[in-house]
């Protein structure tokens, strides 16, 4: 079983690879330069009538608190620090419902183990953005692994997308193992 | 111990190979803001530029859950089928940009903006792909 996966993973990184020079990178550079203008992104049309009355990135994203990934911006501190103030509602007066409750995930190899903090998340979202359809009321009863993840599953629905990317391993990753216990407790523990 | 050992190594290639992989692709994406999210799933075949929807203008001003649970967008790219008759009708995009909350759907090239033949997902780099690449 175990002697497939490791396979499987390296015809994968053997096809990243060969994908990879495929497809070469235009300049050497591998720093992307934050808040490209828009005329520049590969995205907007520069010949557009509607470029010229879109705000830039740079314009608002550069008094934010800042970040090193994604939209280079530090979207939970801009929120705490009150740097931002979205709303909450359209039509209701309802608050936001704020649950301080961390998730510890243990199976994580010889990596830290996965902290989820659900003040972070509720700050922005509903518990319908997750539960139960994504995530069960139930620390440890959702199955699944980092594949899953990087496939755009799970935490990655979000992460990898609109939230801060998955390249940073250590902000989930955030709970190192206690060098003192011993392995079979931990293995033990779903 | 001796039980454990191929878990560990498999836990440490999987490691390695993971961040060789996110290195390898970082390069191959746009440089679009991240979250930038493309929606073609009928602009162009309808003569119009593909529209560009930035996650990052809308969350400065509005909750994820305002539009994912109130508004009721599905969280996966091109999963949700917009017509302009329902942001017109008041649903969808047209929830807010109806004149009131914000400016109306007569603006079309603010929506329609984007570069002909663009795919719809999601864009911005740093990811490693997002929802259905893999």
């Given at each position: 079983?175990?002697?497939?996966?490791?396979?499987?993973?390296?015809?994968?990184?053997?096809?990243?690879?060969?994908?990879?020079?495929?497809?070469?990178?235009?300049?050497?550079?591998?720093?992307?330069?934050?808040?490209?203008?828009?005329?520049?992104?590969?995205?907007?049309?520069?010949?557009?009538?509607?470029?010229?009355?879109?705000?830039?990135?740079?314009?608002?994203?550069?008094?934010?608190?800042?970040?090193?990934?994604?939209?280079?911006?530090?979207?939970?501190?801009?929120?705490?620090?009150?740097?931002?103030?979205?709303?909450?509602?359209?039509?209701?007066?309802?608050?936001?419902?704020?649950?301080?409750?961390?998730?510890?995930?243990?199976?994580?190899?010889?990596?830290?183990?996965?902290?989820?903090?659900?003040?972070?998340?509720?700050?922005?979202?509903?518990?319908?953005?997750?539960?139960?359809?994504?995530?069960?009321?139930?620390?440890?009863?959702?199955?699944?692994?980092?594949?899953?993840?990087?496939?755009?599953?799970?935490?990655?629905?979000?992460?990898?997308?609109?939230?801060?990317?998955?390249?940073?391993?250590?902000?989930?990753?955030?709970?190192p193992r206690r060098v003192s216990a011993t392995?079979?407790a931990d293995a033990g523990r779903k | 111990m001796?039980?454990?050992?191929?878990?560990?190594?498999?836990?440490?290639?999987?490691?390695?190979?993971?961040?060789?992989?996110?290195?390898?692709?970082?390069?191959?994406?746009?440089?679009?803001?991240?979250?930038?999210?493309?929606?073609?799933?009928?602009?162009?075949?309808?003569?119009?530029?593909?529209?560009?929807?930035?996650?990052?203008?809308?969350?400065?001003?509005?909750?994820?859950?305002?539009?994912?649970?109130?508004?009721?967008?599905?969280?996966?790219?091109?999963?949700?089928?917009?017509?302009?008759?329902?942001?017109?009708?008041?649903?969808?995009?047209?929830?807010?940009?109806?004149?009131?909350?914000?400016?109306?759907?007569?603006?079309?090239?603010?929506?329609?903006?984007?570069?002909?033949?663009?795919?719809?997902?999601?864009?911005?780099?740093?990811?490693?792909?997002?929802?259905?690449?893999?």
């Amino acid at each position: 079983m175990v002697q497939n996966l490791m396979k499987g993973l390296l015809a994968l990184c053997i096809g990243l690879g060969i994908a990879q020079g495929a497809f070469p990178a235009e300049p050497a550079s591998t720093e992307k330069p934050a808040w490209l203008p828009l005329a520049q992104d590969d995205l907007h049309d520069p010949e557009g009538p509607g470029i010229k009355f879109l705000q830039e990135p740079a314009e608002s994203l550069s008094t934010l608190p800042s970040d090193v990934v994604g939209n280079r911006v530090n979207w939970v501190r801009a929120l705490d620090k009150g740097f931002i103030d979205p709303r909450i509602n359209l039509y209701s007066n309802k608050k936001q419902k704020v649950l301080d409750l961390d998730v510890i995930r243990r199976k994580t190899g010889e990596m830290n183990m996965v902290r989820f903090p659900h003040r972070q998340h509720t700050e922005w979202l509903d518990c319908t953005n997750c539960h139960e359809w994504l995530f069960k009321s139930k620390a440890g009863a959702t199955k699944f692994s980092m594949f899953d993840v990087l496939k755009g599953d799970f935490c990655g629905r979000c992460h990898g997308a609109v939230a801060f990317p998955l390249t940073q391993c250590n902000r989930c990753h955030s709970v190192p193992r206690r060098v003192s216990a011993t392995p079979a407790a931990d293995a033990g523990r779903k | 111990m001796t039980y454990l050992y191929p878990q560990i190594i498999f836990s440490k290639l999987f490691g390695a190979c993971l961040l060789a992989s996110l290195m390898l692709l970082a390069p191959l994406t746009a440089q679009a803001e991240y979250g930038d999210v493309v929606l073609n799933n009928r602009a162009e075949q309808s003569g119009m530029r593909p529209v560009i929807f930035p996650h990052w203008f809308h969350r400065i001003r509005f909750k994820c859950k305002v539009c994912h649970t109130e508004v009721g967008f599905e969280m996966r790219a091109g999963a949700n089928d917009i017509l302009m008759a329902d942001i017109i009708d008041g649903k969808l995009c047209g929830k807010c940009h109806n004149n009131k909350i914000a400016w109306g759907p007569q603006n079309c090239h603010l929506c329609h903006s984007g570069l002909p033949g663009l795919k719809t997902g999601i864009r911005g780099g740093d990811s490693t792909g997002g929802p259905g690449k893999w």
